[in-house]
């Protein structure tokens, strides 16, 4: 099967600028994740959706970044302004957590974002 | 709110030796689920390994095997036979298996370099 397609690969941008990374899970896969991993570390979940609703935003910085998950499938990040602690990459999952005996995730090849 | 700790930043490891890292835990549910996932600097999130917390059996995946202690909360991976392409960032996850509604935590994470 085809894995998670994230894009671009790389983004650096100036602060105050905004960006947008894109998504595209596993097909079939109703549950998508956003994480953003800081140098260093280990990797913190942003935003949760189930088909196109959110389970779970609540460690979205909320003054700056949307995301959305139109038609439950494809689904954009967003930053808006940009601040330097948001170098980091951005990885987005699709995970299969309905059932047990497939029960995993899927991770796509993130997106370095530098910015300055 | 459920947490992994990896209190190792960094390994070493000889080139066909042993290796093993370390993780714990803390978590007031029974039934879920704990990985392995392993980052080159290609950034991808490649899962090694994965555990179900209601199996006393611990998982094997060829050279990779844990030692999952459900009472003392320990989940540690046992790399054998150690490869220079074993070289990577590895991330203990944990997963509370709620159906639709699951998320992956992760430790800070560890890295390992394997010496030739």
């Known amino acids: 099967e085809a894995g998670v397609a994230q894009s671009p690969r790389y983004k650096i941008i100036e602060k105050r600028q905004s960006v947008a990374f894109w998504c595209n899970p596993i097909?079939?896969?109703?549950?998508l994740y956003w994480y953003q991993q800081i140098l260093g570390q280990g990797p913190k979940l942003l935003i949760q959706?189930?088909?196109?609703?959110?389970?779970?935003d609540s460690q979205l910085p909320k003054d700056r970044f949307s995301a959305e998950r139109l038609k439950g499938v494809d689904s954009t990040l967003k930053i808006q302004p940009a601040k330097l602690e948001d170098s980091a990459v951005y990885l987005c999952?699709?995970?299969?957590?309905?059932?047990?005996?497939?029960?995993?995730?899927?991770f796509g090849s993130g997106t370095r974002l530098t910015v300055v | 709110a459920q947490t992994v700790t990896q209190s190792q930043p960094e390994m070493s490891v000889q080139e066909a030796e042993t290796v093993t890292l370390s993780c714990t835990y803390d978590?007031?549910?029974?039934?879920?689920?704990l990985f392995w996932y392993k980052q080159p600097p290609s950034r991808q999130m490649i899962l090694v390994i994965r555990?179900?917390?209601?199996?006393?059996q611990n998982a094997t995946e060829n050279r990779f095997s844990v030692n999952f202690q459900k009472a003392a909360k320990s989940f540690s991976l046992k790399i054998s036979d150690s490869q220079l392409g074993d070289a990577a960032m590895y991330f203990c996850?944990?997963?509370?298996?709620?159906?639709?509604?699951?998320?992956?935590?992760f430790g800070k994470g560890i890295t390992l370099s394997v010496r030739p």
């Open positions: 978590t007031s549910e029974s039934d879920y689920y």
């Open positions: 555990q179900e917390a209601y199996k006393q």
């Open positions: 996850a944990y997963s509370f298996f709620t159906g639709a509604n699951s998320k992956l935590t």
């Open positions: 959706f189930q088909n196109n609703g959110v389970v779970d």
């Open positions: 999952a699709s995970g299969n957590s309905g059932q047990r005996s497939r029960y995993g995730y899927t």
């Open positions: 097909s079939g896969h109703a549950t």
